[in-house]
């Protein structure tokens, strides 16, 4: 049985914290930019340490498990 939550969390979190696609934070013009599709190097590692901080949640913390077969 192979263990599919590591693998969905980090696409699912990977699509939604995406910088500028959905939420840029903080923002080119503003604190936070909605839908902007640019990117700058704090956004990034921003966005880097959210996802992290979330996918170390999801998956270690709350022992999230998705099996198959």
Known sequence: MADWAPVVVGVVLFVLLSPGLLVELPGTHRH????????????????????FAAFAILTLALHLHIYTG
Not at 32 to 51: C, E, P, Y
């Open 32 to 51: 936070v930019d909605f839908g902007s599709f640019r990117t700058n190097g704090k956004a990034i590692f921003v966005h880097t340490l959210i996802f």
